[in-house]
T-cell receptor, first 113, second 115 residues
Framework: AQTVTQSQPEMSVQEAETVTLSCTYD???????LFWYKQPPSRQMILVIR??????QNATENRFSVNFQKAAKSFSLKISDSQLGDAAMYFC??????????FGKGTRLHILP | SAVISQKPSRDICQRGTSLTIQCQVD?????MFWYRQQPGQSLTLIAT?????????ESGFVIDKFPISRPNLTFSTLTVSNMSPEDSSIYLC????????????FGPGTRLLVL
């Protein structure tokens, strides 16, 4: 069964610094998709970044980038120049086509002013 | 990305009553999904709703407790029936992106407290 593990329940980072959130997953599939979602206190789930497993190039979206290590089944999120608005719960997620999304338990990120 | 709205945004309900949550999308979508997020927890899929067919429920969720309607391609409802305090959660609907269908976009959620 596919699983997604986020080993850091909480993290803190100083404003303007860089932070990396860890995610590992377990699968026997070769073609799948990985996501990071952000859930601020307003509770809306917001897509931060997506990665297709067949693409070797790491996805980037402005200050957000991933380090996708397919062999190691690792998918970490790097947030550069952290801002107060980045404070949220971050969920790593995995999906194969036509199946449900599997979410990790989340990492709560605090931004220290 | 799709614009998704949910009503109500929050509610406080008495044990034994039912609440219907509405999800409206600004464009036609094939698949809509309903999730539950219990306090401090991750998201759990309740069911997948296709227009014109019965919803498909995940293990542990049954139609009698969580009836779902999907009357058209832009709207769905989830009813939480015969509520108990254990049903206190955030309920979120989501849709598949048009271009990248493996990607889901979420509504703002409905926070439900059952007393």
């Amino acid at each position: 069964a596919q699983t997604v593990t986020q080993s850091q329940p909480e993290m803190s980072v100083q404003e303007a610094e860089t932070v990396t959130l860890s995610c590992t997953y377990d699968t026997s599939e070769s073609d799948y998709y990985l996501f990071w979602y952000k859930q601020p206190p307003s509770r809306q789930m917001i897509l931060v970044i997506r990665q297709e497993a067949y693409k070797q190039q790491n996805a980037t979206e402005n200050r957000f980038s991933v380090n996708f290590q397919k062999a190691a089944k690792s998918f970490s999120l790097k947030i550069s120049d952290s801002q107060l608005g980045d404070a949220a719960m971050y969920f790593c997620a995995y999906r194969i086509r036509d199946d449900k999304i599997i979410f990790g338990k989340g990492t709560r990120l605090h931004i220290l002013p | 990305s799709a614009v998704i709205s949910q009503k109500p945004s929050r509610d406080i309900c008495q044990r034994g009553t039912s609440l219907t949550i509405q999800c409206q999308v600004d464009s036609q979508v094939t698949m809509m999904f309903w999730y539950r997020q219990q306090p401090g927890q991750s998201l759990t899929l309740i069911a997948t709703a296709n227009q014109g067919s019965e919803a498909t429920y995940e293990s542990g969720f049954v139609i009698d407790k969580f009836p779902i309607s999907r009357p058209n391609l832009t709207f769905s409802t989830l009813t939480v029936s015969n509520m108990s305090p254990e049903d206190s959660s955030i309920y979120l609907c989501s849709v598949e992106a048009r271009l990248y269908q493996e990607t889901q976009y979420f509504g703002p959620g409905t926070r439900l407290l059952v007393l």
